[in-house]
């Protein structure tokens, strides 16, 4: 009973939005977050002893799982095991990070120096043997780790590539199957080079986009959290996330699968994609679709100017006023620009799995999104 109700809440349609809520009250972006996040007591709480408790449940839970045939099979594949090390060190430099930046924050607020800045001058540090003697001991040690690595965990080699014969499900590398999900969602010119371009391009701007220099020097929460917050959710959400939906949960035929569920290449799953055009005019109206392009996919074209034009300008009049001034127009725009596009693709996935939705634009050869 325990397994099936783990597989229900594993499917992606309901563990994303948990995890995005979760996410969001843990490193809080706006007022309201914060606002319950203090209210819970997890800003104090989850970034000291409850950080600990988190780890200790994430290893215990991992550790009874492993019992399970089909959970051992999928973790312990030597090539998804860097996965599993993956989802450990990121939630452990997460906390990390945060206990850090609440600890001068709970400095910032007593009139205090942050942590960084109380640290006592020490002596010059020379290149040899300070530096490159600690670069040599980590080199030696990471050999070694690689030597382990490779005499205990046997490389996942298959019989050469046979164009009549390819595996069930074929995955990319472990590194490349966030973009491989991608695909799942939009077209390739979008999922393969728009999308990557546009998050890596985003994550780079960030430190160009927060110019405010008295910040700088100290890790700190409460004076970056937007950016913070915008960043760790590109990272963690948008392709953490994707990489272990696709490592874990995309079986043959690419089915959704629990992490209790038999990989069965029978598995069967109707969906019937349809485009936003035919849930206007179909559904709602109950009329054919109209034979002029401009008018049919009409909805989904007034639908992303507002989301592109419109939103950013209702944002930067009600919630975002104050940040929007302080950033400039160019600033405020590219920023939008960025976040509205990186944004695109968890909505897309969204009412991909709730409705079935393939297109929200669709214009065969010129573009679909």
């Not at 809520?21 to 972006?29: A, E, G, I, S």
């Not at 492993?66 to 997460?94: A, C, E, G, M, Q």
């Not at 986009?209 to 100290?218: A, K």
């Amino acid at each position: 009973m325990i397994k099936h109700w783990i597989n229900v809440f594993a499917d992606p349609k309901i563990s994303f939005p948990i995890i995005v809520l979760l996410y969001f009250f843990l490193v809080p972006p706006t007022k309201w977050f914060e606002k319950w996040n203090k209210r819970l007591g997890w800003d104090r709480v989850w970034t000291n002893a409850g950080g600990w408790i988190i780890h200790i449940l994430l290893l215990g839970g991992f550790l009874l799982c492993l019992p399970d045939d089909n959970f051992r099979k999928i973790v312990t594949k030597p090539d998804n095991i860097p996965i599993v090390i993956l989802l450990f060190t990121s939630v452990f430099f997460l906390w990390l990070s945060m206990k850090q930046a609440r600890d001068n924050d709970i400095r910032l607020e007593r009139g205090e120096k942050p942590n960084e800045f109380c640290e006592p001058k020490t002596r010059n540090v020379l290149v040899w043997p300070d530096l490159v003697y600690v670069e040599l001991i980590a080199m030696v040690l990471c050999m070694a780790a690689l030597i382990f690595w490779s005499v205990f965990l046997q490389a996942p080699l298959e019989e050469p590539a046979n164009p009549t014969l390819a595996p069930n499900p074929s995955k990319a590398p472990w590194y490349f199957l966030a973009l491989q999900e991608m695909l799942v969602y939009f077209d390739p010119w979008l999922a393969g080079v728009v999308f990557p371009t546009v998050i890596i391009v985003g994550l780079m701007a960030i430190p160009y986009m927060d110019t405010d220099s008295s910040n700088s020097g100290y890790y700190s929460f409460s004076r970056r959290k937007l950016f913070i917050s915008l960043f760790n959710f590109g990272w963690l959400v948008m392709w953490v996330y994707l990489i272990i939906v696709g490592t874990f949960m995309r079986g043959p035929n690419w089915n959704f699968f629990g992490p209790f569920e038999p990989w069965d290449v029978h598995k069967v799953v109707p969906m019937n994609n349809i485009n936003l055009s035919e849930v206007f005019w179909n559904q709602l109206l109950n009329r054919a679709l109209p034979d002029s392009i401009l008018l049919r996919e009409g909805v989904g074209i007034v639908i992303l100017i507002a989301y592109f034009a419109a939103l950013p300008q209702l944002l930067a009049k009600t919630c975002l006023k104050g940040f929007r001034a302080a950033m400039g127009p160019y600033k405020y725009g590219t920023f939008m620009f960025l976040s509205l596009m990186a944004l695109l693709l968890p909505i897309k996935m969204f009412l991909r799995w709730i409705m079935a939705l393939k297109y929200i634009v669709e214009i065969p050869g010129w573009f679909n999104i």
